[in-house]
């Protein structure tokens, strides 16, 4: 079975030149679907080069990098648009929630682009609040609700269309602990469902809870192993 996502000898170069900046130096790296992988580095290292490249955000200045078998670059702007819409999850350390919208409403925006229709919008959305234990805070404005509320709302927001792969940069990064810990517990829990989980983080604590970490410095990956320890956790 093919990789879903083959990175091949990536490179992204700022100001070619005398002056250039590596981002990525010569990255090869393979994910599987069902993976659960940490990114882990420090400012700086490459690892947020690395997510906007396989989120198909950014595109490598060099290299190959093939998507369930297709290489990206033979992919035109409307054609990467439909597959972040709908094969990838984004959940962001800022939440990105639109302040005048309820969550529900937050949660529904990307459906809406996808051209659904409003019976289906609401069953989704209410399904993957009441996934996040936010049922009775659907019609809460971000505003009126906690950092970790508002963390819950953008991982259903993620979550509603049942994406395959779930892309999370910093996801605990503006939370404190119990909020943070509630946070990758939901992540197990699509993982344990079957979806690709691919983790951003600096934080070695959070990268532990993945059961396979990458190690990214000075844009090359120094580091990559799976922990033997971590399981899927189904919801009760």
Not at 29 to 53: E, P, Y
Not at 77 to 87: G, H, T
Not at 152 to 159: D, E, F, K, T
Not at 209 to 231: F, L, Q, T
Request: net charge negative; aromatic share 4%; proline share 3%.
């Amino acid at each position: 079975m093919s990789h879903l996502i083959e990175l091949k000898d990536a490179y992204k170069i700022y100001n070619p030149g005398e002056n250039e900046v590596r981002a990525l130096d010569g990255v090869d790296l393979c994910i599987d679907r069902g993976d659960f992988v940490a990114i882990v580095g420090q400012s700086g290292s490459g690892k947020s080069t690395l997510m906007n490249m396989l989120g198909l955000l950014d595109v490598v200045t060099s290299g190959t990098y093939i998507l369930d078998g297709k290489d990206i670059k033979d992919m035109d702007d409307d054609e990467l648009s439909a597959i972040r819409n709908q094969e990838i999850g984004f959940i962001f350390q800022g939440f990105n929630l639109i302040p005048s919208l309820t969550a529900k409403g937050n949660v529904e925006l990307p459906l809406i682009y996808r051209g659904m229709k409003q019976e289906e919008r609401d069953k989704l959305s209410t399904e993957a609040l009441k996934r996040v234990g936010l049922e009775q805070r659907m019609n809460h404005l971000p505003s009126e609700m906690s950092g970790g509320q508002q963390q819950r709302v953008a991982i259903a927001r993620a979550v509603a269309a049942k994406p395959p792969v779930i892309l999370a940069d910093e996801p605990t990064g503006n939370l404190d602990s119990a909020s943070g810990k509630e946070v990758m517990r939901i992540i197990n829990e699509l993982w344990a469902e079957g979806r690709t989980i691919i983790l951003i983080t600096h934080d070695d604590k959070i990268a532990e809870k993945a059961h396979r970490v990458i190690r990214i410095s000075d844009g090359k990956i120094i580091e990559d192993y799976v922990n033997e320890n971590i399981k899927p956790e189904k919801a009760v």
